[in-house]
């Protein structure tokens, strides 16, 4: 399987490359060198170039770099809009993967959460987050960016006497725009895993 992943790693850089915005770099925004564009992603940083795409130098074979693949080839020229927040469930075509959503975005970081808000000011750090919108209700929430015009904004809420903890996860308003919907979904589990690693 890492090798079918990485040969579609391949083949979207390819695809890219082949017929090059002039303007990817102003549209993903990255800063580009050459054939290089650098922006930071899943609180790492970021290189796509022809030979390859790379986290913090570490080459990306598996799906994150099918996902980076995929936010440079769908690059567009609108801005991220942050609100109104969406659910996943409410973007068109959401359904097929909207169960595996839940199990790997959001209830992963259950058994978590009293962890998560204890170390949330680092999270936000590597994640470039920003504070939750006002109203988003939650016992805590915040904002972070694992790419540079897709938001996720995640509640979270503590266990109390009549109900177990839980957290919902919202993305930025047209998210849509820049990804098909099942690497929409992919970018919520890998940024909810990448929070986990930040834990430990």
């Known amino acids: 399987m890492t090798d079918n992943y990485a040969r579609i790693v391949r083949s979207n850089l390819e695809k890219l490359y082949g017929s090059l915005p002039a303007d990817l770099a102003r549209k993903l925004p990255a800063q580009q060198r050459q054939d290089r564009f650098e922006f930071d992603a899943f609180g790492a940083s970021c290189v796509i170039r022809t030979d390859g795409i790379f986290l913090d130098q570490e080459r990306q074979d598996g799906v994150v770099g099918i996902l980076l693949a995929l936010y440079a080839l769908h690059a567009q020229n609108e801005a991220c809009v942050p609100e109104p927040l969406k659910a996943f469930k409410d973007f ?10 839940v199990t790997h975005t959001q209830q992963i970081l259950v058994p978590h959460v009293k962890s998560i808000e204890q170390n949330k ?8 987050g920003r504070k939750a ?15 540079p015009k897709i938001a996720l904004c995640y509640i979270f809420y503590h266990a109390d006497d009549d109900f177990p ?10 998210a849509r725009q820049f990804l098909p919907i099942d690497a929409l979904a992919d970018v919520g589990e890998y940024t909810s895993k990448k929070m986990l690693e930040i834990l430990t």
Do not use: E, H, W
């Open 92 to 101: 068109p075509d959401s359904m097929p993967y909207a169960a595996a959503f």
């Open 121 to 128: 000011a680092r999270i936000m750090k590597l994640l470039q």
């Open 133 to 147: 919108p006002a109203g988003v209700g939650g016992d805590f929430a915040f904002m972070v960016y694992p790419l």
């Open 165 to 174: 903890a839980s957290v919902t996860c919202l993305y930025s308003n047209n």
